[in-house]
């Protein structure tokens, strides 16, 4: 029989593969840093797509819970230059195999499909150490500790259960992203939402760019994105929210106002993310009765693979454990040996791309990009 499974992080993947293994019988507990489901909001639009994370939902056998939550529309996309021109438009005409969905709703899909004692909250964790014969110590930050023989890190880019596996950290790849939302756009600031249209927005010049993402009710999420070295974002006070607006809009001095507005009008205090990704090929050699999922195992430059990775790493790790009711150790063999070469390819894919749209040729590199690969979503 497969032990019960300790998960750390509530996440997407953390909680698909709480889902998969309950459909098979596993039990799984899941610690959660959060105080409750409510304790954050969760982001805003997911593409989810058909290669990955479509399984993983039809693994934890919630597709159609899935279907019922898209945000019609929404795959359209666009990539303008820095005065407004436009130099792709994709419609969606729903056949795109990218459909966006709310990432709050799918959270909740999860939450309610499981046991209401699965996820516990407020267990924000602290250390993890290897007690030997492949037990795990977990201890948290209440000073209260588990222990268990099946620990799966699904806490994210700054994992307390990596070093269990791997010395390898996160590092910044030198680009900055200002993040910033506009409400009733259509009404209160038309010009921005023409210009970002029912979707995705890409207006990108070398070196920097305004991305904007059209979310339900008349939200405009937008973010700017600039290569620039950690102190120039670490020298910004982002308490004095007009004047952190006022130095990143003076990056983008020269562009089309109703590009520039989705900074400048933002309703949101600016909040700075900088990208950091673990490396490429991140792997480790096998530890008995551990492992890693999502971020924690293979945290990659933006590019809308994230959450799906993340969610199929669950399902995948949820059918090995149930292929392998006797044997935890190949199941967890048989997972990473699929995991490595996945991740890697995606990391590789996902930190080109992250270039193109700041490289010296950009915006048409990405229009190349996207003309040649297929949708821009």
Same mark, same amino acid.
């Given at each position: 029989?497969?032990?019960?499974?300790?998960?750390i992080?509530?996440?997407?993947?953390?909680?698909?593969?709480?889902?998969?293994?309950?459909?098979?019988?596993?039990?799984?507990?899941?610690?959660?840093?959060?105080?409750?489901?409510?304790?954050?909001?969760?982001?805003?639009?997911?593409?989810?797509?058909?290669?990955?994370?479509?399984l993983?939902?039809?693994?934890?056998?919630?597709?159609?819970?899935?279907?019922?939550?898209?945000?019609?529309?929404?795959?359209?996309?666009?990539?303008?230059?820095?005065?407004?021109?436009?130099?792709?438009?994709?419609?969606?005409?729903g056949?795109?195999g990218r459909?966006?969905?709310?990432?709050?709703?799918?959270?909740?899909?999860l939450?309610d499909?499981?046991?209401?004692?699965?996820?516990?909250w407020?267990?924000?964790?602290?250390a993890?150490?290897?007690?030997?014969?492949?037990?795990?110590?977990?201890?948290?930050?209440?000073?209260?500790?588990?222990m268990?023989? /099946?620990?799966?890190?699904?806490?994210?880019?700054?994992?307390?259960?990596?070093? /269990?596996?791997?010395?390898?950290?996160?590092?910044?790849?030198?680009?900055?992203?200002?993040?910033?939302?506009?409400?009733?756009?259509?009404?209160?600031?038309p010009?921005?939402?023409?210009?970002?249209?029912?979707?995705?927005?890409?207006?990108?010049a070398?070196?920097?760019?305004?991305c904007?993402?059209r979310?339900?009710?008349?939200?405009l999420h937008?973010y700017a994105?600039?290569?620039?070295?950690?102190e120039?974002?670490?020298?910004?006070?982002?308490t004095?929210?007009?004047?952190?607006?006022?130095?990143v809009?003076?990056?983008?001095?020269?562009?089309?106002?109703?590009?520039?507005?989705?900074?400048?009008?933002?309703?949101?205090?600016?909040v700075?993310?900088?990208?950091?990704?673990?490396?490429?090929?991140?792997?480790?050699d096998?530890?008995?009765?551990?492992?890693?999922l999502?971020?924690a195992?293979?945290?990659?430059?933006?590019?809308g693979?994230?959450?799906?990775?993340?969610?199929?790493?669950?399902?995948?790790?949820?059918?090995?454990?149930?292929?392998h009711?006797?044997?935890?150790?190949?199941?967890?063999?048989?997972?990473?040996?699929? /995991?490595?070469?996945?991740?890697?390819?995606?990391?590789d894919?996902?930190?080109?791309?992250?270039?193109?749209?700041?490289?010296?040729n950009?915006?048409?590199?990405?229009?190349d990009?996207?003309?040649?690969?297929?949708?821009?979503?």
């Amino acid at each position: 029989m497969t032990p019960p499974v300790t998960i750390i992080g509530a996440g997407l993947g953390g909680l698909t593969l709480a889902r998969v293994l309950h459909v098979h019988g596993i039990p799984a507990t899941v610690h959660e840093a959060e105080t409750s489901p409510a304790a954050r909001t969760q982001g805003g639009l997911l593409d989810i797509h058909e290669y990955n994370g479509q399984l993983a939902l039809k693994a934890a056998g919630l597709f159609e819970e899935f279907l019922g939550i898209i945000h019609k529309g929404a795959e359209a996309s666009r990539v303008l230059d820095k005065n407004g021109k436009v130099l792709l438009d994709e419609p969606d005409d729903g056949t795109g195999g990218r459909p966006e969905v709310p990432r709050g709703a799918l959270r909740r899909i999860l939450l309610d499909s499981l046991p209401a004692d699965t996820v516990q909250w407020g267990r924000k964790v602290t250390a993890a150490r290897t007690l030997g014969g492949g037990r795990h110590e977990v201890t948290f930050a209440d000073g209260t500790t588990t222990m268990t023989s /099946l620990l799966v890190g699904a806490d994210g880019a700054w994992s307390r259960i990596r070093p /269990l596996l791997s010395d390898a950290e996160p590092e910044y790849v030198g680009t900055a992203l200002i993040e910033t939302y506009l409400f009733d756009a259509d009404t209160r600031h038309p010009a921005g939402a023409r210009a970002v249209g029912d979707g995705s927005l890409f207006a990108l010049a070398p070196g920097k760019g305004i991305c904007a993402h059209r979310e339900p009710d008349g939200v405009l999420h937008t973010y700017a994105t600039l290569s620039k070295p950690q102190e120039w974002l670490d020298a910004i006070d982002f308490t004095d929210a007009d004047a952190a607006t006022a130095r990143v809009a003076a990056e983008f001095h020269d562009w089309a106002p109703e590009l520039t507005a989705l900074l400048t009008d933002g309703e949101t205090a600016p909040v700075p993310r900088a990208v950091n990704a673990l490396p490429i090929g991140h792997r480790w050699d096998r530890v008995p009765g551990v492992t890693l999922l999502g971020d924690a195992a293979h945290l990659m430059c933006p590019s809308g693979e994230g959450a799906n990775l993340a969610m199929y790493d669950g399902a995948e790790l949820g059918n090995a454990l149930a292929a392998h009711p006797d044997d935890t150790e190949a199941a967890l063999a048989a997972y990473e040996e699929a /995991l490595f070469p996945r991740s890697a390819a995606a990391a590789d894919q996902a930190s080109r791309a992250h270039k193109l749209c700041l490289d010296d040729n950009a915006p048409h590199s990405l229009v190349d990009f996207f003309t040649n690969h297929g949708q821009a979503g």
